[in-house]
């Protein structure tokens, strides 16, 4: 299976410029006496402006690989390399720097505070960055605007619809113009007609800033906004599919990202997928 890949991956992506650099990259979790292999020798690599889903039934690895891009946990072996940095090797304070610097995260549970209103919760993540207020707000603001929630900024969450919600959740990891954005389970919450706006907004937002979006689902249909599927079984990525000439541009409008098409295909069910949680495990060091 693997060599596939990797071929798939040397005759077509030659010339882009690789932004997550997976190597030969293992998670192994002690569940009282078995060993579970959440990541099984997963190596791939994804380049700036891509929109990459990772899809899997729950339980295949896809949160576990997708907190180990992030920076949220170490690998059990392998490397992590993004943009030129290996980050398996950084210890947490230089984490932290990390993904302030260039991640940004959208939730399935949006993570909005609660007692926060749009946008002060989209401005939040530049108070780290040093921005005085009446700047952070409105730069917020304008990421709102691009979002289509201008209107709502003083709106608070519980007064906002879930994709409200979630927009608000992805104005709010673009504020601080991340390389990358992880996304799992995005639209795990919504309705299928909120889904497929949120999903198109994610989509054509990341063409527009030639960002990398790393979005995990459990479904194969909403997998089929990305460019690129990155199909995983049991901790193994099993198949890489480009998919680009069905997700709207085909490999020449790659290297112009500024054009935006219309996407091919509406989304399709109410996804609901579930980390699986666990009290009593351990990682095997
Ligand atoms: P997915 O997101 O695809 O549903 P996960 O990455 O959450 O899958 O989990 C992959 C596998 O690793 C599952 O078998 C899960 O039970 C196991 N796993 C995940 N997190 C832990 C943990 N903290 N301790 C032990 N096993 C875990
Ligand atoms: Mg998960």
Known sequence: MEPVVEACEKTEDAGRLPVIEVKNLYKIYRVGETKVYALNGVDFTMYKGEFCAIVGTSGSGKSTLLNMLAGLEKPTRGEIVIAGQHIEKLTENQLVSFRRKR???????????????????????????????????????????????????RHMPNQMSGGQQQRVGIARALAVHPQ????????????????????RLMQTIVREHNQTLVMVTHDNHLATYADRIFHIIDGKIVKIEDNRRRAGRDAEECADPGKDEECADPAGNEAGGSPVESTDREEVR
Not at 118 to 123: G, K, T
Not at 139 to 148: E, H, I, P, R, T
Not at 180 to 194: K, M, R, V, W
């Open 180 to 199: 990358i954005i992880f996304a799992d389970e995005p639209t795990g919450n919504l309705d299928s007609h909120t889904t497929m706006d949120v999903l």
């Open 103 to 153: 991640v940004g995260f959208i939730f399935q549970s949006y993570n909005l505070l609660g007692t926060m209103n749009a946008v002060e919760n989209v401005a939040l993540p530049l108070s780290f960055q040093g921005i005085p207020k009446k700047k952070r707000l409105a730069k917020a603001g304008k990421y709102l605007a691009l979002v289509g929630l201008e209107k709502l900024a």
